[in-house]
Nanobody, 121 residues
């Protein structure tokens, strides 16, 4: 019943900006944290940024100072503002959410389908 819907991917020139969004829907008790991961071509999926419901934020060193993650608890939505983009940012970006579905079970991780972000020269 839980779904993560991503939007905002696309092709952007180097130095441009792009905003990704991810909205969680379904029935669950609470969302502990949401974040963004990415998988460059031929490489392992890696953390980009993560934010907890309380607002605690972690960034990968490679994006610090360039990307900004934010969340809207009321809308169960997380955003990723990507500024000063580089070619190295090209990857499939995945939304992740750690969700407590019910009061009696522990949290589980859910993943979006992935959205392609391509940075051109």
């Amino acid at each position: 019943q839980v779904q993560l819907v991503e939007s905002g991917g696309g092709l952007v020139q180097a130095g441009g900006s792009l905003r990704l969004s991810c909205a969680a829907s379904g029935r669950f008790f609470s969302i502990n944290a949401m974040g963004w991961y990415r998988q460059p071509p031929g490489n392992q999926r890696e953390l980009v940024a993560r934010i907890t419901r309380g607002g605690n934020i972690d960034y990968a060193d490679s994006v610090k100072g360039r990307f900004t993650i934010s969340g809207d608890n009321a809308k169960n939505t997380v955003y990723l503002e990507m500024n000063s983009r580089k070619f190295e940012d090209t990857a499939v970006y995945y939304c992740n959410a750690r969700i407590l579905r019910t009061m009696i079970f522990g949290p589980n991780d859910y993943w979006g389908q992935g959205t392609q972000v391509t940075v051109s020269s």
